[in-house]
Nanobody, 122 residues
């Protein structure tokens, strides 16, 4: 089982860019599909994007298509979220997640990081 630690969050102006990283411990990282979710204050956690074990399959929420890109490096045990053209409504805590299935079920067996705050000012 992997453990996940996100980094790269911060404050950015609208229209700006930010790259989040999620470092995984353990030697089984490449067996997991990975994903990013976000949770804004007072709202439920929402799916943002996911990537398959080898990186050939990706999925995106409609709200981020064309602006966000997920990628992974199975040598560095890291998954990335490149965010561009950021909007104030992207403000949220961003969570990294791991799941053994593809497509991921994002259920009780998924593994979650602790989250990193992204704040987009207008």
């Amino acid at each position: 089982q992997v453990q996940l630690v996100e980094s790269g969050g911060g404050l950015v102006q609208a229209g700006g860019s930010l790259r989040l990283s999620c470092a995984a411990s353990g030697r089984t990282f490449s067996r997991y599909a990975m994903g990013w979710f976000h949770q804004a204050p007072g709202k439920e956690r929402e799916f943002v994007t996911s990537i398959s074990w080898g990186g050939t399959g990706t999925r995106y929420a409609d709200s981020v298509k064309g602006r966000f890109t997920i990628s992974r490096d199975n040598v560095k045990n890291t998954v990335y979220l490149q965010m561009t053209s950021l909007k104030p409504e992207d403000t949220a805590v961003y969570y990294c997640a791991a799941d053994l299935g593809w497509p991921p079920s994002w259920g009780t067996t998924s593994i979650w990081g602790q989250g990193t705050q992204v704040t987009v000012s207008s």
